[in-house]
């Protein structure tokens, strides 16, 4: 159930029998009801990239300080 005016943010992924990738929401049924919808695919998946890239990157700046005895 969601809520009129509501913002909908879908980080499902789901292989559907025909192999596309579909989100947990209803896409379709929700969009009458929100104000915005993240599509799936093509919503949050190059943020979550994105943010993945930035942790590694400081997780390796961090083993490198811890190596060298940078604080």
Do not use: H
Not at 6 to 34: L, S, Y
Not at 48 to 67: F, H
């Amino acid at each position: 159930m969601v809520k009129k005016g509501a913002i909908v943010i879908d980080v499902g992924t789901t292989r559907g029998k025909d192999g596309k990738v579909k989100g947990d929401v209803d896409f379709e049924k929700v969009r009458k009801k929100a104000a915005w919808i993240t599509p799936v695919p093509g919503g949050v998946g190059p943020m979550t990239i994105s943010s993945l890239m930035e942790n590694t990157l400081e997780a390796c700046k961090s083993q490198a300080r811890e190596m060298s005895g940078i604080p």
